[in-house]
């Protein structure tokens, strides 16, 4: 087909859209019919937009979040692993080996928190507090890195302590300063990841339990509107096809077209008696 005969059917194309437009007058139930179809549709688009960001938030904030928490915990037990390791550490040159990962992990450990503590935290409807319980880890992690500090410091004046008995001493202050201290820390910190993992868990919970919720109401509002919006069109449809009928004017007659097209007979085609002969 040539370039001209393509503009050939445009062209006549356009000529005919433009009467139709010119004389579509649409009826006030068709206008209502179509606000409520496009209002349907916005209501049901909208919904399912809340449902799709429910689902993004949970994915991104809460399956990623219980990740970052289970990484806080095992670097958690690698810094308590590596004070242990340090306690049983031979020579100065291994004690320096050993301990210099701690602030990279501590570090590591704070960084996490704080990355998830920036999400959209969230309560839940059992009244379980995200926010309250990323402040008591914090709490019961300043607390652990504080006591681990002080043992750390009691093994570096070990090797730096001049007499064996001195040094045997700063030991066994230290090993003792770890078991006492740093082992009932350890287990706030373990305690408080346990409760926020808990509420993270809540939290999620009620997030799709409300994702449920909406695509259930969707479902139902789709269904009732699609019903309502075909009962409406039928029932237009019938007050039209009833309106079409009627007469314009309640005085005017009935049509007797049939009646007028039927010949009247005139005065003189009368049939006339014929007179009796005898």
Do not use: C
Not at 110 to 115: K, L, N, P, Y
Not at 242 to 267: G, K, M, V
């Amino acid at each position: 087909m040539s370039t001209g005969e393509s503009f050939s059917i445009k062209q006549r194309s356009t000529v005919r859209l433009i009467p139709f437009l010119r004389s579509f007058r649409p009826r006030s139930s068709q206008l209502l019919i179509s606000v409520l179809i496009a209002g349907l549709g916005w209501m049901s688009g909208q919904a399912l937009e809340k449902v799709d960001q429910d689902l993004r938030v949970m994915y991104t904030e809460y399956t990623l979040g219980v990740a970052d928490l289970a990484h806080i915990s095992a670097d958690v037990m690698r810094y308590r692993n590596t004070i242990i390791r340090a306690l049983t550490a031979n020579t100065e040159k291994d004690f320096g080996r050993i301990t210099e990962s701690l602030p990279g992990l501590r570090a590591k450990i704070q960084h996490a928190i704080d990355r998830y503590a920036a999400a959209g935290i969230r309560v839940s409807r059992s009244g379980r507090s995200e926010p309250q319980d990323i402040e008591a880890l914090r709490q019961s992690l300043d607390q652990y890195f504080s006591v681990a500090s002080m043992t750390v410091q009691l093994l570096t004046q070990e090797w730096t302590a001049l007499s064996l008995v001195e040094r045997a001493a700063l030991r066994r202050k230290a090993e003792e300063h770890a078991s006492d201290n740093a082992g009932p820390k350890m287990i706030q910190v373990s305690l408080a990841l346990e409760r926020l993992v808990d509420t993270v868990a809540d939290v999620a919970k009620d997030m799709r339990d409300e994702g449920t919720k909406a695509i259930r109401d969707t479902s139902l509002l789709i269904v009732g509107g699609s019903f309502f919006v075909a009962f409406l069109n039928l029932f237009f449809a019938r007050q039209h096809g009833r309106s079409a009928h009627q007469p314009d004017s309640p005085n005017e007659p009935e049509d007797n077209s049939l009646h007028s097209q039927l010949p009247r007979p005139l005065s003189d085609d009368s049939p006339q008696q014929v007179p009796h002969q005898d």
